[in-house]
């Protein structure tokens, strides 16, 4: 089948937009780097250039849009690495400016495969122990996804108001007390007041210090 100038057009504007930024754009994306009129007029089109194995696409992720036939760009995606984050006892953190990523000046770059083109993305070296069982230990660092909510059992960056302290832990929502789970045996959970946290981010990748 031939492609018409517009699917042309969308498969290169797709082809540039992962070359420029590592990972593939959204629909709407491609609606304003396209000048075309709508996000159902780009869904036919794509639609069409899947069938015809140009591309494929993975419809319950937002930029779940995969090249075929075309090799991939080696380009990696820079990550600020805000600060530590404590798995055991909480640490302080010494400001709040430790949560702003765009403050900054470590970067940690990262492959796109990783960060998969989600949005708000940060750094945190980890301090302690209390994670070891979920293989995140002492100095590894994790990939944050900036979120202020998280369901039950998700791996949390936690603030503790009261305290000022943060730490890495599992987050249950247990009616009128929040229980955060340490993935080590040997250590308690802390019990919490819902009123007294505020979630900073979910975990999203870890990736292991060697020894």
Not at 92 to 103: C, E, G, K
Not at 144 to 170: C, I
């Amino acid at each position: 089948m031939k492609l018409s100038d517009k699917q042309r057009r969308i498969l290169d504007f797709i082809s540039s937009f992962l070359e420029d930024r590592g990972y593939p754009p959204t629909v709407r994306d491609i609606v304003s780097g396209c000048g075309i009129s709508s996000t159902s007029v780009v869904d036919y089109h794509l639609n069409i250039l899947e069938r015809e194995g140009y591309l494929r696409r993975q419809p319950e992720i937002s930029r779940g849009i995969e090249l075929l036939g075309r090799s991939s760009p080696a380009r990696r995606v820079q990550v600020p690495v805000i600060g530590l984050i404590a798995a055991g006892t909480p640490i302080p953190v010494p400001t709040a400016d430790t949560w702003d990523v765009t403050a900054s000046a470590e970067r940690l770059e990262v492959t796109p495969d990783l960060t998969r083109g989600r949005e708000g993305i940060y750094a945190l070296k980890v301090k302690g122990s209390s994670m070891i069982d979920a293989l995140i230990g002492d100095g590894d660092i994790v990939l944050m996804q900036y979120v202020n909510t998280v369901e039950n059992g998700d791996m949390a960056a936690v603030w503790l108001k009261a305290e000022k302290e943060a730490t890495l832990k599992k987050v249950y929502f247990e009616g009128e007390r929040v229980r955060l789970q340490p993935a080590n045996e040997r250590m308690k959970p802390l019990y919490v007041n819902p009123d007294n946290i505020e979630i900073q981010g979910r975990v999203i990748a870890v990736i292991r210090r060697l020894e």
